[in-house]
């Protein structure tokens, strides 16, 4: 059973570009999460996917952008990047049904901007 | 909003010490509370997780919290650690009203010295 697989694992941006990251869920699994973990921070919320619309979001700007495609599969799209955006960002997976918030993480991406 | 504190950024015990780590949180409502351990070079892991009932939940590795109500805490024990023991634990809450995100602590790098 595989768990959650992000891509790429390591990248390296300059300011201004812009970047896409990409998830695969936990098989049975219906809902992606994004968060952004900065070095020697917990996880921060971004926002949720479910049925191929964005059902909750946390304080960022819109430059952070998502998709959920049919397969339940997910990207992170960030435009013009900035440096405060190098950090490990972490995909998570989990059930719509029976929800308890409990959620399944993949290894991350790690994302670094110059 | 809901949030969580971790007080112990880093902690540095011996094998076989007794460890506390302390979790916070504010939130009026019910919630879901979990503990997440992050071993190095690992992805996100789930250690115990508590729902309802017995205050007091076991994980794994021999890991238990106890969640005191009255004083929005979910303390993370273990009587005697060892060197594998060493990584990074966050402390995480789901209020169950309106299905909210998971909000994590900012983490408590956790040495075992052998």
């Known amino acids: 059973d595989a768990g959650v697989t992000q891509s790429p694992t390591h990248l390296i941006k300059t300011r201004g570009q812009q970047v896409t990251l990409r998830c695969s869920p936990k098989s049975g699994h219906d809902t992606v999460s994004w968060y952004q973990q900065a070095l020697g921070q917990g996880p921060q919320f971004i926002f949720q996917?479910?049925?191929?619309?964005?059902?909750q979001r946390g304080n960022f700007p819109d430059r952070f952008s998502g998709h959920q495609f049919p397969n339940y599969s997910s990207e992170l799209n960030v435009n013009a990047l900035l440096l405060g955006d190098s950090a490990l960002y972490l995909c998570?997976?989990?059930?719509?049904?029976?929800?308890?918030?409990?959620?399944?993480f993949g290894e991350g991406s790690r994302l670094t901007v110059l | 909003a809901q949030s969580v504190s971790q007080h112990n950024h880093h902690v540095i015990l011996s094998e076989a010490a007794s460890l506390e780590l302390g979790c916070n949180y504010s939130y009026g409502g019910t919630v879901n509370l979990f503990w997440y351990v992050q071993y190095p070079g690992q992805h996100l892991q789930l250690l115990l997780k508590?729902?309802?009932?017995?205050?007091l939940v076991k994980g794994i590795k021999g890991f238990e919290a106890e969640f005191i109500k009255s004083k929005f805490s979910f303390n993370l024990r273990k009587p005697s650690v060892q060197w594998s023991d060493t990584a990074e634990y966050f402390c995480?809450?789901?209020?169950?009203?309106?299905?909210?995100?998971?909000?994590f602590g900012s983490g408590t790098r956790l040495q075992v010295q052998p």
């Open positions: 998570a997976s989990s059930r719509l049904a029976g929800d308890t918030g409990e959620l399944f």
């Open positions: 508590y729902f309802s009932g017995d205050p």
């Open positions: 996917y479910y049925e191929e619309e964005e059902r």
């Open positions: 995480a809450v789901n209020a169950l009203t309106g299905r909210r995100a998971l909000t």
